[in-house]
């Protein structure tokens, strides 16, 4: 008792307040058969007293109203003999939640000071009575003076009989409507009953229950109590990231983490290197790594494609013509100068720069997203230490993808070097060569044949145009130039595309994404990860109560099924 006291202050001050934490009493003895639980709830309070809260009365009935608001609940009015059952204030808040009284019951105290019809009310007959489903079960209570004499629940037991045997308003009163223990036995009874009509859908929702604090459970992070298991969930996750890394540049897309893209503002201690990402479009930037990097690939191949001049314009024919002219002096006619080849070729070898750039950058901005994207779904939202840990290993990758950017940059422009020389033994050049003056040459073979029958002026053959009209000596010999450039600038645009994109694969993935791993595994002391990963005290109770909640669900599970 003096516990309960002691838990009730606490819980509720010493102003006589109510509080709506309950307090748990489990009471064990080993001659009751039935279990049975009860909800001792506070008694109405109209008017506050005693520095009660001003709003007592409130508090009260909402807190009554919360407990028998459930279907399976069985509300146990306790009301006085000589008072009006009908107009007692917590049958009215009962009638609200179960207004055909099947589940309430009256147990009727301070049976000594009973009026007259007491028999009939107990049976819900007469003036003042209830008739509900479960009845009425009269209870004699002990006397203040039997308290203080703390007289046993026997003794009490059974002088309750000798009152109810002694007085003739209660002799054809049936038994099951007298005495404390037949309120003991119905309560149990109710109980038992109830629990075996509602024991299969209790068990389904028991099981659900169970299954969603197991599920809660293994979403929370890892516990880790020491340095060695620290390290191996670090390393864990880290083994995870490579993984995934490994699988999206090799185009397995579908496996079991499927990303939430969200691109997120990356920032560096470095200020001087300080990164701001902006998301294009997600499907510019999703996790498909293998896919993402062949469609920049094409786009530099049409940017270096496209920025080639119109050979077969009528425009470079003139400025070819030029240059023949001006060549006059060093070949013969129909052997043009190599030089003329060579300068046509330098104003071509500017424009390769740009498109190969872009093609570094555009891996750059693509793998700054999606690496750290990765990053941040392979550490758990809810961890503590998630922020922390990222935002030194999301440095750790912004560098290394630097420093793969400077020796990408340095090798393409060494290979933008070697083309400076023309050369080649690819046979693609000498093939379009070939194509255009058989083409040439079926030309004239048409002419002769049809003598003055109109044929077609032009002709088309890997992009190239010719006009044929008209064709003098030395636009025979522009026309040579022409197609020599085109052929050759072709094959350059294949050899510089392939390189280019072998080039970016090579340092941007085997000796960047692909590794990362061996750089973020090395990034911190187990010492500082433990300091960092270990679980909060908040964490681990909450840890520990979910597991105490399903052990305990777990064996009410088994008895329920044993039942």
């Given amino acids: 008792?003096?516990?309960?006291?002691?838990?009730?202050v606490r819980l509720?001050?010493?102003?006589?307040?109510?509080?709506?934490?309950?307090?748990?009493?489990?009471?064990y003895k080993k001659d009751i058969q039935a279990d049975l639980t009860l909800i001792d709830l506070p008694g109405i309070t109209r008017n506050a007293i005693g520095g009660q809260s001003k709003t007592i009365y409130k508090d009260i009935v909402q807190l009554i109203e919360h407990y028998i608001k459930p279907q399976t609940a069985i509300?146990?009015?306790?009301?006085?003999?000589?008072?009006?059952f009908t107009t007692s204030e917590s049958i009215q808040l009962a009638k609200n939640t179960d207004p055909n009284c099947e589940r309430q019951l009256i147990a009727v105290s301070k049976i000594d000071k009973f009026d007259k019809g007491i028999g009939e009310k107990l049976q819900g007959i007469g003036p003042g009575s209830m008739a509900l489903k479960l009845g009425c079960v009269a209870v004699l209570n002990r006397t203040e003076e039997e308290i203080d004499q703390n007289i046993p629940f026997d003794e009490m037991r059974r002088r309750e009989q000798q009152f109810f045997r002694s007085h003739k308003a209660?002799?054809?009163?049936?038994?099951?409507?007298?005495?404390s223990g037949q309120l003991v036995k119905r309560l149990a009874l109710i109980q038992q009953e109830r629990i075996r009509s509602t024991l299969p859908s209790i068990i389904d929702e028991l099981k659900k229950e169970i299954k969603s604090k197991k599920s809660e459970m293994k979403q929370m992070p890892r516990q880790v109590t020491s340095?060695?298991?620290?390290?191996?969930?670090?390393?864990d996750l880290i083994k995870k990231y490579r993984e995934i890394i490994n699988a999206r540049v090799h185009g397995v897309y579908e496996n079991e983490i499927?990303?939430?893209?969200?691109?997120?503002?990356?920032?560096?201690?470095?200020?001087?290197r300080k990164a701001t990402l902006?998301?294009?479009?997600?499907?510019?930037?999703?996790?498909?790594?293998?896919?993402?990097l062949y469609n920049r690939q094409k786009e530099c191949k049409e940017k270096l494609h496209n920025s080639f001049t119109h050979f077969s314009s009528s425009g470079y024919q003139k400025l070819v013509l030029k240059l023949l002219e001006e060549n006059a002096g060093v070949a013969l006619p129909n052997f043009p100068s190599f030089s003329i080849i060579e300068r046509l070729y330098r104003a071509e070898q500017s424009k390769f720069r740009k498109p190969c750039e872009d093609l570094i950058q555009s891996y750059i901005e693509y793998l700054k997203v999606i690496l750290i994207i990765i990053l941040n779904q392979v550490f758990a939202e809810e961890t503590s230490y998630k922020y922390q840990i990222i935002h030194r290993l999301t440095d750790i990758i912004l560098r290394a993808i630097d420093e793969s950017e400077e020796r990408c940059s340095n090798d393409i422009k060494k290979m933008l070097e070697i083309e400076e020389r023309v050369f080649t033994l690819d046979p693609y050049y000498m093939d379009t060569v070939n194509k255009i003056k058989k083409k040439w040459q079926e030309y004239h073979d048409s002419v002769k044949l049809n003598g003055n029958t109109k044929v077609p002026s032009t002709f088309t053959i890997n992009d190239f145009v010719i006009n044929v009209s008209g064709l003098s000596n030395e636009h025979q010999a522009a026309l040579d130039v022409q197609i020599a450039m085109s052929a050759y600038c072709r094959v350059v645009e294949r050899r510089i595309?392939?390189?280019?994109?072998?080039?970016?694969?090579?340092?941007?993935?085997?000796?960047?994404?692909?590794?990362?791993?061996?750089?973020?595994?090395?990034?911190?002391?187990s010492a500082i990860l433990f300091e960092w990963m270990r679980e909060p005290f908040d964490q681990q109770q909450k840890r520990e109560n979910l597991k105490k909640s399903t052990d305990a669900m777990e064996r009410a599970l088994v008895m329920g099924q044993n039942a």
């Fill in 1 to 8: 008792m003096e516990r309960v006291a002691d838990c009730t």
């Fill in 278 to 292: 902006t998301q294009m479009s997600n499907d510019q930037f999703d996790e498909r790594i293998a896919f993402q």
């Fill in 258 to 272: 499927q990303l939430k893209i969200e691109v997120p503002v990356v920032e560096t201690t470095d200020w001087s």
């Fill in 497 to 525: 595309v392939d390189q280019v994109s072998q080039l970016c694969y090579y340092w941007f993935i085997n000796r960047c994404a692909l590794v990362l791993d061996s750089k973020l595994s090395s990034a911190f002391t």
């Fill in 170 to 179: 209660f002799e054809d009163v049936p038994e099951r409507y007298l005495g």
């Fill in 75 to 84: 509300v146990l009015h306790v009301i006085p003999s000589s008072v009006d």
């Fill in 227 to 235: 340095e060695m298991d620290c390290w191996a969930l670090y390393t």
């Fill in 12 to 27: 509720a001050g010493a102003n006589l307040d109510v509080s709506s934490k309950p307090i748990y009493l489990t009471v």
